[in-house]
């Protein structure tokens, strides 16, 4: 058993954890708008002999935006959702065997069996479980009592889980 209490950060580098994949749509799609934002640009040069600027100020502004929406807006919302949801800082209880992994607290109880997770992800901090229905649970790595609890925690859920990619 194991004490977990997420804080702010935990859950920012949750949800970049969990986005980190979905990164590469967005920048392929600021890509082919680039693209196409040059071929008008050139197109406009070709038959008027200028550029106009709202084109250049645009191709500047997806990137800027792209950047400012992953770095800034995104991290800001997940503090504000944290700090409005005061049950998140509460600590609850992590618990496993064989057939279960539960996460207890004071407001919430949840079971679940080894084969309603979907895969888990790691980064240096905390590790997400992902449940086939979409939810994630998150378990920071302090609440190990040390490295080689936390490296065991790791194996014992990639033995239990089938890593499924749907």
């Avoid at 680039?34 to 040069?45: G, K, T």
């Avoid at 992590?94 to 919430?108: A, I, K």
Wanted: proline letters at 4%.
């Amino acid at each position: 058993m194991i004490c977990v209490q997420l804080t702010e950060e935990d859950t920012v580098s949750a949800h970049r954890l969990r986005t980190r994949g979905t990164w590469i749509v967005s920048a392929l799609i600021v890509i082919v708008s680039e693209a196409a934002v040059i071929w008008i640009a050139y197109q406009q040069y070709q038959h008027r002999g200028h550029l106009y600027p709202d084109i250049l100020m645009l191709m500047v502004a997806l990137p800027i935006w792209l950047i400012m929406l992953r770095y800034v807006y995104e991290p800001w919302r997940m503090r504000r959702s944290f700090r409005n949801s005061p049950a998140s800082a509460a600590p609850y209880n992590v618990t496993w065997d064989d057939t279960y992994l539960r996460f207890d607290g004071t407001d919430f109880s949840r079971r679940h069996r080894w084969n309603e997770f979907r895969n888990l992800r790691e980064n240096s901090n905390l590790f997400i479980l992902s449940l086939v229905n979409g939810s994630i649970h998150v378990v920071p790595k302090r609440s190990f009592a040390g490295a080689d609890d936390a490296a065991h925690f790791r194996e014992l859920v990639r033995e239990k889980i089938v890593t499924r990619t749907a």
